[in-house]
């Protein structure tokens, strides 16, 4: 859906999910050209009952921060609204396959990662990396571990998970013993390690807030308006302006 015709004007965005991740995208849109033209919380969104035509109109693009439950849903009808989404909710990426279809069938742009933090998906290239080596050495085990605040609906996250699923797909077929916390406000920490009798190799991120999270979804959304596709954040990062 397109909101205006003149390139000076700001870009229409919706807010699925307006916690306080949705906050935080409210508070950081006009740096990135955005005007917040539709904000949906739980109480006006709980069926999908939000996700009406009238609704998104002048909206260029939607970002969704919900909850694993309501994430599939909630993509597959602004798919077929039209609309082009990033998604930001976690825990619900056994269905990525039916949503590139719905996404591709309706013609429409989605980006989704585990985690909008650009130092988080730096980081996935650097475990990758030492999983690639670690998986020549026999001697080493490997761990990954994250922690983070007692709302989140998910564990282990889906950062970890996709940092695992990273490291076997460069290689390292060994067992990777996983932990996760849950606890006060933690925006996120998440570890991998690699261990022998000799030593051991530790690897961290330690996010600060969730400000990260919001530009990065924010970057996403400025560089999706306009374009059809289904894609994984770390594939644009080097895109974004």
């Not at 859906?1 to 307006?18: D, Q």
């Not at 998104?56 to 693009?61: H, L, P, Q, R, T």
């Not at 909630?74 to 990525?96: D, P």
């Not at 996935?124 to 001697?139: Q, R, T």
């Amino acid at each position: 859906m397109a909101s205006t015709n003149s390139s000076t004007a700001p870009r229409g965005l919706a807010i699925v999910g307006y916690g306080k991740m949705g906050h935080f995208l409210e508070q950081l849109a006009p740096e990135h050209g955005f005007e917040t033209r539709l904000r949906l919380d739980i109480d006006d969104n709980s069926h999908g009952e939000g996700l009406t035509r009238r609704n998104f109109e002048g909206v260029d693009v939607a970002v969704e921060f919900s909850t694993p439950a309501a994430a599939p849903g909630n993509a597959r009808r602004l798919a077929a609204l039209g609309v082009n989404t990033v998604v930001g909710t976690t825990g619900w990426f056994e269905y990525l396959p039916a949503l590139r279809a719905a996404v591709e069938q309706s013609g429409t742009g989605l980006v989704w990662s585990a985690n909008f933090s650009v130092g988080v998906n730096l980081f996935l290239e650097i475990v990758g990396h030492a999983a690639s080596l670690f998986s020549k050495e026999s001697a080493y085990g490997a761990w990954g571990w994250e922690i983070h605040h007692a709302t989140k609906k998910d564990a282990p996250s889906g950062t970890l998970l996709r940092l695992v699923e990273e490291m076997k797909e460069k290689g390292f077929d060994r067992d990777i013993s996983l932990g996760s916390n849950r606890a006060g406000a933690h925006p996120g920490t998440h570890e991998i390690g690699f261990d022998s009798s000799a030593d051991t190799i530790t690897l961290r991120h330690v996010a600060r807030s969730r400000e990260g999270f919001a530009r990065g979804a924010l970057r996403a959304a400025a560089w999706l308006v306009g374009k059809k596709g289904f894609f994984e954040f770390r594939e644009i990062l080097r895109e974004l302006d």
